[in-house]
Each structure stands twice: as structure tokens, then as C-alpha cells.
């Protein structure tokens, strides 16, 4: 396990190697060195999660100045669940350095859904400890908070409700969303939606439903208006 490529990968260089160690390392190595005092990733886990849902909060909270506090939970939770943990942690290659014991790899651990989200955490923690809480906003701002920007979690955000309420503060404007083309790649169908507010067209919004669809149209109508 070459840690010194993973430091190099994001740009941070641990104080304590130690800590980063026990990040990636896996119960299940542990139970198998037992003469010797390597310690587990469980508690810096723990750790990392608390700290994960302070710093996606906080971005929310700023980020998104409209957004009630019903949405803002919805939108955390997706953000901080077991699959997106699994992609970013994936993203990263953290698979590739998870101290595994013998059993556990032979079973195919080092890609357990459960696994990988747990090491994303378990880093997070590590790196709070080593480098403070800036340095993991600085990593989440590289790495996770521009995917929320991109709309990675639109499923989430009622973008429709927020650009409902937005048009009514100024006029009574009726809000249309209209499928203009079904398109079927090869594996994956999409739609393409266009919001219509009054007889004003906005850019058209892909999905791969027609909800999912509608909601990025109204996303880029919300962008339209500069509204986060």
C-alpha cells in the first residue's frame, strides 16, 4: 500500500502517516495481525461521517440561500448516503489502498459497496485530525461540492417548486414543461425537456426520466434568473 501516491494524487501530505494507515485499514487485517498494534479505520469512521454532514450542511446552507430546510435535509442525505459515498470514494481510487485481511479479499471486500463508503469517511476523519477542518473543506470543494454545482444530485433538488415560487414573487406567470425528443442510446434512454414560463422559452434540461428531465430544465431557468 503506497500511501505517498494517494498524498500525491490530491495534493495533501499527512503529518501523522500513521493516521492516514488506520484509515484504510480494514477490521478485518486487524484481526488477522493480532501480535501486532495496528489499529482499525471503525473509529475515525465514525468521525468522518460527523464531520462530512457539518461541511455538506454548511455548503448548503450558503450555496443555496433560497432553499427551505425540508429541501436542504433531502438534498444532504442523498449527498451523504452509502452511493455516493461508493462514487466518490471510487473516483478516487481509495479501493486500492484499503488494507484488507485474507478472507475479506478473497470475497471480493475491497469492492463492497459498504466497505468503500466506510474508508471515504474513515479519510475524512483522518484528515480532520491531521489538517484541520479547513483542509476538508478545501478537499470537498475539490473533489465532491462542484458535483452538487453540476446538478449530480438533481433528484433531490425540487428545482420546479423553487423556480414556482421564484416567478410568482414578480408575476402570476403560468410554468409549462413540455418533452420535446425521447432519445434511446444503447443502454440508456433520455428525455429532453423545455420549461416554458409565460411565452418565454429557457434552455432545455436531459434526463433519464421525464421528471429527472423537467427538473434540469427548471435548473437552468433558476440559472437564467442568477438564483443558486
Known sequence: MDLSQLESQIGITFRDRALLKQAFTHSSY???????????????????????????????????????????????????????????????????????????????????????????????GALYLDQGYNIVLNFLNEYIFPKITAGAFSHAMDYKSQLQELVQQYKTYDITYQIIEERCPSHNKEFIAQVKIKDDLYKEGIGRTKKEAEQRAAKHALDTFGIP
Not at 446552507?61 to 449527498?79: C, D, F, N, P, V
Not at 452509502?82 to 470514494?89: C, G, K, R, T
Not at 489502498?97 to 459497496?113: D, H
Open 30 to 124: 486487524v484481526n488477522e495481525h493480532r501480535k501486532k498494534k495496528f489499529l482499525d479505520n471503525e473509529r475515525l469512521e465514525f468521525l468522518g461521517d460527523a464531520v462530512l454532514e457539518l461541511a455538506v450542511s454548511q455548503y448548503l446552507y450558503r450555496k443555496y440561500t433560497k432553499m427551505a430546510e425540508g429541501e436542504m435535509t433531502k438534498l444532504r442525505a442523498s449527498i451523504v448516503c452509502e452511493a455516493s459515498l461508493v462514487d466518490f470514494a471510487k473516483r478516487l481510487n481509495f479501493s486500492n489502498y484499503v488494507l484488507l485481511g485474507k478472507g475479506e479479499e478473497q470475497t471480493g471486500g475491497r469492492n463492497r459497496p459498504a466497505l468503500l463508503a466506510d474508508v471515504f469517511e474513515s479519510f475524512l
